[in-house]
């Protein structure tokens, strides 16, 4: 068969097709097994796929944890300033197995085995949990600091919410102090440990967290402190007969007058038995007067039996007083 007689029979065959008649007539042709096929496809179709299509996916915010065997771990080393500090993790699987999945089963690392000490920037590894698939992770690389892993021992110091006026509590923190570990460029920064804020009363006691602070009063992240927690035991008995009183300052000589004072406090709390505080409503000073402008320190009059909890001192400017 030549070229014209193929193409003669294709349109032969088109024109056919184009005849609504005959077009009707072969698709009606044995239709009942044409659909019964089809059926039967779209049944295997859809069992074949069920599980695929019953996936869904759902994001996990996963913690980075940083792995390092460098000398068979026996190398003190730490790492720091980890950014990002977490990884968004997306996984696939059956609904129901998903959202019985708890974030810390799924696992973030990156490791730094064997990296120079000074700033990485490594690729996140993450292993998905049984029955769901990995899809995505986002960034999948992290920057860090590798450096060498030291420890300081520091005195715990003390925190405490501001007791009333009426008490002079006394407190015992044990124990008295802590080690603070990590990456020796920020273990460096820590100033000091202190335990967490705590109001206590008489005789009780209470287990607080202890914070590490940089020397301008701020948390410092990235070290272990242990222990972690220390018992904080307030041992006095209770409330103590406590009142404020004015300071009033003794008067300057006759020639000299003053033309300024700043007494700091001008106020003082006094301890005393209760019919002694009960009879008192001012402490007088006693300062030493001179021309000219100067800070002098006052010494209070404090009754037998009583007792200042606070040192005074006065800002004087005084001048000579003209003779009349």
Known sequence: MNVGDRVQGRLHW??????????????????????????VSVTL???????????????????????????????????SNLN?????????????????LQPDSV?????????????????????????????????????GFVDTQVARTLPVTLSVTSPPESSLPRYQVTPGEATVSGAGRVVVGVARLVTS?????????????????DAA?????GVTIRPSTVTVRRVDTGELPVKTLRVVLNDPPSGLQVTSVSVQPGTVRVVAAPELLGRLREIAGQVTYREG??????????PAGAQALETVSVRLTVTRRDAP
């Open 14 to 39: 088109l024109r056919r097709w184009l005849s609504p008649r005959y077009a009707w007539g072969r698709t009606t042709h044995n239709l009942l097994p044409k659909l019964l096929a089809l059926a």
């Open 45 to 79: 179709w859809f069992v074949a796929t069920a599980d695929r299509r019953a996936n869904v996916e759902q994001g996990f915010d996963v913690p980075v944890t940083v792995r390092d065997t460098t000398g068979n771990g026996q190398e003190k080393r730490a790492t």
């Open 84 to 100: 990002p500090a977490s990884v968004r993790v997306i996984l696939s699987g059956r609904p129901e197995r998903l959202r019985d």
């Open 107 to 143: 696992e973030a690392v990156v490791d730094v085995t064997d990296a120079p000490e000074g700033s990485f920037t490594r690729t996140v590894t993450v292993t998905a949990p049984g029955g769901t698939a990995l899809q995505r992770v986002t960034p999948t690389r992290v920057q």
């Open 197 to 213: 804020p705590v109001a206590l009363g008489a005789n009780a006691e209470r287990e607080v967290p202890l914070v590490a602070l």
């Open 217 to 221: 009063g701020l948390p410092v992240a």
């Open 293 to 302: 402008t100067y800070t002098a320190p006052v010494r209070l009059n404090v």
